[in-house]
């Protein structure tokens, strides 16, 4: 007995306590972004990184060009697995062997719209945010404004407020915000609108799956949705009474006159109810997420916000006159300010963002690293330099770079190859260069296009922080502020490009160990909803480090302060009107061409090059496959002949097998599926089960009474849950396919440039004809008629020139794209696709 107890009593000594593992609190991170989300587990006290993060990719489908969805319940599945991914790369850290997770928080792209039923299921797939079919809506919305304002003798502002942060009520709205895909849904999909209990983003959905709680986050509504961020929070309301709209305490912070105006008012009736802060908790795990997740029934959920906004918070930069700086493909510039100031030339500032007690505004550079980019596999053909994928290394370039003086030796750039964000809105703006000499070389070229990326940075703090300093006297510490950057993407990867930034801004530009932003600020953000931190500046405090600082050389500065005075900044004013030229010559009229223009109308269009596999290495169906992947390319063409509709026993391609494993190793890619069989009905299940993105049938397979026959097919195929197309022969009359169209059932047609059957057959100039007839018949319409036109057969060098001339959206090619003897890269480049 009484040595039982002295074993009870050992068991409880401090010193056999001790030598259990400490339980280290930990949050997770999860980052929903365009192609994968993402999930990662961090210390919740320090911010460290335990573990490693894990992404799982989902799929995203261009059912028309310009358009992009996504499935909704393939998101939450996907955070699923990238959440369990997390948590095993968790148990395999030594040094994290006992530990209790606190809380998670997600972050999501911004404005990727959901329209949910009663029972919260998604009614339709998510218009994501880059899908741009709203341009109509987003241009009528200032349209709207304009008229009223002329109508009532009032300013733009004093009817509607909330469009100060389109540039002080100038405009443009971009296509991508929730207002213009509110309106495409209820105007175009009037039964889907009628059925949508919830308007809502991915953001939302997603807490909801895991909450059974259904709340906005005040970040996205300040950002995105035209909502006063503050006064959503708060109930408030600015509003005067008597007004046409008035906002009640529920409807606090909505833009309910501007709904009424554009004919929408049931919208904030359809938005969530409720509206959390960052960092406010929405929930606990329910029941169903704590099992699919794997953690304990509670845990809690905290509200994050827009993937580029959580960033903000991840690099620190919460206090007015913080800059940071975002670079990627494009540069994203955000300036948290002591007040809502809005000017043109800038977005926002949002009040009541990132955080409540915030206001932030943003600019923008539309073509940054996409232009480095360029120049690399520009002057690539030195095969002496080239690395393993072909290219020159930046590492090579940088070197080259950095031995050219500043300002490269009088040769000076304008970065604004794809249009022009801000401070100057202007999508019809392109690149220049001014200065070059037979003596300038690739590095010199390399490295201006760096300085103008630089010099354009420039221009965008300093429209930023001239209108957040017109209504405050920032004290000296704030100015301190204003000359810092925290910076983070791929050009933190460039040792010379940073330091260039630094020289040409003339500010100092700050990078933390740690650079993911949007995964550091959502564990940022459970950290302080779980009780952790008491507030966001402590968890900052504790959780983001410092690894490095670049001050701007002095002596270099002065070279680029005149050369960005006296050249950049006078260039752009002076081309302006040559490029506005340009784009007429191009196709359309600069007059009414804008952001927002449908990208039919638009110069340059965007066309999409689809390789058809039949053409392909059948016994190396995968390598062939990861090819087009490698090569940038989005679409295949996947040709499906029975033997039986062309009369041969070689006419036999592949089935729904073949579908079901290019869909389950490639899931990103969509799949056109070409019908070229008899009773092409008996596929279209089996087909849209496999994973096809959109089914194309013969029109010449459908009979003696091909238009009833095909309107029935076209029904059957959306119906199970895909988009329809219909092909034509080469000599087969446009005509005849007109009254199908104007059904709106089908939104592809495929011009067969060769008869139906295998490949390298001759290109049939018959039907250049055919593409001119229907791309101006489809322009013309008072209607909306968004349908692609396809060509397929014969696509080479010579012939896709005349195809894109004549209007055809989507090149299928198939000889020219496999066989090409210096690979698919370069065959797709000899495509001629603007």
């Known amino acids: 007995m009484m040595w039982a107890i002295s074993f009870l009593l050992l068991s409880l000594h401090p010193l056999t306590l001790a030598n259990q593992p400490p339980v280290t609190d930990i949050v997770i991170g999860i980052d929903g972004g365009t192609e994968s989300i993402r999930a990662c587990c961090f210390d919740a006290h320090s911010g460290r990184v335990l573990g490693k ?10 059912p028309r060009p310009g358009w992009a969805e996504q499935d909704p319940l393939q998101w939450y599945d996907r955070l699923v697995d990238a959440v369990r991914g997390a948590i095993r790369s968790l148990n395999e850290d030594e040094g994290c062997s006992s530990y209790r997770v606190r809380a998670l928080c997600c972050d999501t792209t911004c404005c990727s719209v959901v329209a949910l039923s009663e029972d919260y299921a998604p009614l339709r797939p998510c218009l994501l945010w880059m899908d741009a079919r709203s341009a109509p809506q987003a241009k009528r919305i200032m349209e709207v404004a304009s008229s009223s304002s002329t109508s009532s003798g009032l300013t733009i502002l004093d009817l509607f407020p909330e469009l100060r942060v389109n540039c002080n009520g100038e405009g443009p709205i971009s296509a991508e915000w929730l207002l213009p895909k509110a309106l495409w849904i209820k105007e175009m999909e009037p039964q889907i609108w009628e059925k949508a209990h919830v308007i809502c983003e991915y953001q939302d959905y997603l807490n909801y799956r895991l909450t059974n709680r259904m709340v906005a986050s005040s970040c996205n509504a300040a950002v995105r949705w035209h909502h006063d961020g503050w006064e959503v929070l708060t109930g408030s309301t600015d509003e005067l009474e008597g007004h046409e709209g008035r906002r009640t305490k529920e409807h606090a912070g909505r833009p309910l006159r501007l709904y009424q105006a554009l004919g929408i008012p049931e919208l904030a009736s359809k938005l969530p109810k409720t509206t959390l802060a960052m960092g406010d908790v929405v929930g606990g795990l329910s029941e169903a997420a704590a099992n699919d997740l794997g953690l304990p ?7 994050g916000g827009p993937d580029a906004f959580v960033g903000m918070v991840g690099l620190g930069t919460i206090h007015p006159h913080q800059l940071c700086l975002i670079t990627g493909s494009s540069h994203l510039h955000c300036l948290v300010t002591p007040h809502p100031v809005s000017k043109s030339g800038m977005w926002g500032a949002y009040r009541g963002a990132p955080l409540p007690h915030l206001s932030f505004a943003e600019g923008g550079q539309s073509s940054t690293g996409v232009l480095a980019r360029w120049c690399r596999d520009l002057v690539s053909s030195d095969s002496n330099a080239r690395g393993e ?6 590492r090579l370039l940088d070197e080259e770079a950095s031995k050219v003086p500043p300002g490269s030796d009088g040769l000076v750039a304008l970065e604004t190859w794809q249009g022009s964000r801000t401070p100057h809105t202007d999508p019809l703006a392109r690149g220049a260069f001014v200065g070059l000499t037979l003596s300038h070389t690739r590095a010199h070229i390399f490295r201006a296009i760096l300085e103008s990326v630089c010099y354009g940075t420039r221009s965008c703090f300093d429209a930023l922080e001239a209108a957040s300093h017109v209504q405050s006297n920032p004290t000296e510490e704030a100015m301190d502020r204003s000359n810092e950057v925290v910076i983070a993407g791929g050009a933190t990867r460039s040792a010379l490009w940073l330091q260039l930034h630094a020289d040409i801004s003339g500010r100092t530009f700050i990078l933390n160990e740690n650079t993911d932003g949007p995964l550091l600020g959502c564990a940022i953000l459970a950290s302080v909803g779980s009780g952790i931190h008491r507030s966001v500046n402590e968890a900052v405090e504790n959780m983001v480090r410092v690894k490095d ?27 302006t009107n ?7 010559v191009r196709g359309g009229d600069a007059s009414v061409i804008d952001a927002q223009t449908s990208p039919c109308k638009r110069a340059p269009r965007k066309v999409i090059a689809s390789p058809s596999i039949l053409a392909a290495d059948w016994s190396d169906m995968k390598g062939e496959l990861q090819k087009c992947v490698d090569a940038g390319l989005t679409h295949i063409h996947v040709d499906v002949f029975d033997g039986v ?4 026993p070689n006419a036999l391609t592949f089935g729904p097998q073949m579908v079901k494993a290019i869909n389950n190793r490639f899931p990103t890619l969509f799949l056109d599926i070409h019908l070229c069989v008899d009773r092409p009905a008996r596929f279209i299940e089996a087909m849209a089960a496999a994973g096809a993105s959109r089914l194309i049938f013969q029109w010449e397979a459908m009979g003696e009474n091909p238009l009833q026959a095909a309107i029935s097919l076209a029904k059957r195929v959306l119906e199970s849950g895909i988009t329809c197309g219909v092909s034509i022969n080469p000599t087969t009359d446009v005509k005849e396919i007109i009254p199908l169209l104007q059904t709106k059932l089908v939104d592809l047609v495929d011009i067969l440039a060769v008869e139906p059957g295998f490949g390298g057959q001759p290109f049939n100039p018959i039907v250049l004809d055919k593409i001119s007839q229907l791309q101006q018949w489809r322009d013309s319409r008072e209607e909306e008629l968004q349908f692609a036109i396809l060509v397929d057969g014969g696509i080479n060098k010579v012939t896709s020139k005349s195809v894109i001339e004549r209007g055809a959206d989507i090149l299928v ?7 090409h003897p210096r690979g698919l890269s370069e065959a797709v480049n000899d495509l001629n696709i603007p």
Do not use: C, M
């Open 53 to 62: 993060s894990h992404a799982a990719p989902y799929a995203t489908s261009h």
């Open 297 to 303: 029934l509670g845990t809690l959920v905290v509200q």
């Open 389 to 394: 994928d072909g290219k020159i290394s930046y």
């Open 549 to 575: 600082r670049i001050e701007p050389n002095e002596e270099v500065k002065k070279t680029y302060d005149r050369l960005y005075k006296e050249v950049y900044s006078k260039v752009r004013p002076s081309v």
């Open 578 to 584: 040559l490029f506005h030229t340009l784009a007429e």
């Open 645 to 648: 509709f062309l009369d041969s």
């Open 813 to 819: 090619a198939g000889t020219a794209l496999f066989q």
